[in-house]
């Protein structure tokens, strides 16, 4: 094995490893997920139609939320016991270590979010296919949200109250991926093709997965100084 | 060989230290001492390369460590004042992770060498977020064990450990230095490295 994707799978390993021994952290925004999307039926009423109607939009709303909510934990950790000082001033390129770190960051706050989100869509009346295309947007949809989070959690670590300005950073960021994930069920509920909005989502995705991790490098080491 | 010109620190719009300079030949090692808030770790961490000077160059061999990037970590092994340690991972996976980083791959043998070398082979798998300070302290020197980096780099590396760990570390820092390798480290004490006299470099204000 090359020694960057030594790095790569070590990195890895350990950042599951972590998460899976602090579940607590990890179930934390998966539930925020579960409670949000189930505060809305019961706040509106059993109307078959109108839970229909904007189930795509409060699913991906609270999806986002979600994915915000975790986001801080991605370097704040290795930041406060000095593992990324390690990371920065390993031999190995950065974006290798922060590439493993986003991936991580999605399996454990990302996956479970696309699995979850058709269980509560059913709680809005979706038909198989809407949840199945649900899941679909969702899949191409989070890891864009750890990518371009990433940057936003490298930018904020250290400054004081991060966590909203976190939010307020990226949530802006995440609208095209709102928009363009929701419209996807939406339109196909409208009786539309929603292979385009898809392909949207993978053409945010695919660009992401190759510049974010670069941009959020130069971030880390900006925090650094 | 590993020298600075002038190097000056700023912390903002304040000025730390400025005109310090050293040239370290392979071999030798420097003690960095100064007051508390003088810029012991700030200074390690441009000999690092993790911050940029106001002024001045770092130069390994003769060429600028921004210059050299990867080829400079390298060399390099850099322990802080946090000693990198993730709390949920036990002594034995922090240490993988940290030479995985430094771009080897030890053996299971060589790891519980290392560690059992600086007495914690009965908590080699035990979360160091249980260990005391002084033992996370151990963990983290156990890196130098297996170390093929010619720089060590060690911010206050007998701060927190016993009489026993204490000689351990001379005793690493002395083969490493007979390796042909340089070391510089700070600390408030007089630092004994057997057979070995380091260069003194007091910051001032």
């Known amino acids: ?225 | 060989m590993l020298t600075f010109h002038d190097l000056a620190c700023a912390k903002g719009e304040r000025l730390l230290f400025k005109g310090v300079r050293c040239a370290l030949e392979r071999g030798a090692w420097l003690h960095v001492s100064g007051a508390n808030g003088v810029g012991k770790t700030s200074l390690l961490r441009l000999l690092c390369g993790l911050s940029q000077p106001a002024a001045g160059v770092v130069r390994w061999d003769g060429e600028s460590i921004n210059a050299l990037g990867d080829a400079w970590r390298r060399n390099l092994l850099y322990i802080g004042h946090d000693s990198g340690l993730q709390g949920m991972l036990s002594a034995r996976e922090n240490l993988r992770v940290a030479s995985s980083l430094a771009g080897v791959q030890p053996s299971d043998e060589e790891l519980a060498c290392a560690l059992a070398r600086l007495g914690l082979a009965s908590r080699a798998d035990l979360p160091t977020r249980f260990l005391s300070q002084g033992q996370k302290r151990r963990v983290a020197l156990a890196r130098l064990v297996g170390s093929n980096a010619a720089v060590w780099v060690l911010d206050e590396p007998f701060v927190a450990i016993d009489g026993d760990a204490l000689q351990v570390l001379s005793g690493l820092i002395s083969a490493h230095l007979e390796r042909g390798g340089l070391a510089v480290l700070t600390s408030h004490q007089a630092v004994d490295i057997p057979g070995h006299r380091g260069h003194l470099l007091e910051l001032t204000r």
Not at chain 1, 50 to 69: D, F
Not at chain 1, 77 to 93: I, N
């Open chain 1, 1 to 225: 094995m090359s020694g960057e994707l030594m790095v790569f799978a070590t990195m890895l390993r350990r950042d599951l490893q972590i998460a899976w021994r602090q579940k607590s952290d990890v179930l934390m925004s998966l539930v925020f997920f579960v409670i949000v999307a189930s505060l809305f039926p019961l706040a509106i009423g059993p109307e078959t139609a109108l839970l229909q109607r904007i189930a795509p939009g409060i699913l991906w709303v609270g999806a986002l939320l979600a994915a915000v909510l975790s986001l801080q934990r991605m370097f704040a950790g290795d930041h406060a016991d000095g593992s990324l000082e390690q990371m920065v001033l390993s031999p190995t390129p950065l974006y290798v270590t922060v590439a493993a770190k986003t991936v991580a960051h999605w399996l454990v706050a990302g996956l479970p979010l696309v699995l979850v989100g058709p269980v509560l869509g059913l709680q809005f009346h979706l038909e198989a296919r809407s949840l199945g295309l649900l899941m679909v947007s969702l899949l191409l949809g989070t890891p864009v949200l750890s990518l371009v989070g990433g940057v936003g959690a490298a930018l904020t670590l250290g400054v004081r109250g991060g966590g909203v300005l976190l939010a307020l950073l990226i949530l802006p960021l995440y609208v095209p991926v709102l928009i363009f994930g929701a419209g996807a069920v939406e339109a196909d509920a409208a009786g539309l093709d929603p292979s385009g909005h898809l392909l949207l989502l993978g053409a945010m995705l695919v660009p992401g997965a190759f510049f974010a991790p670069w941009a959020t490098t130069a971030a880390l080491r900006i925090s650094l100084e």
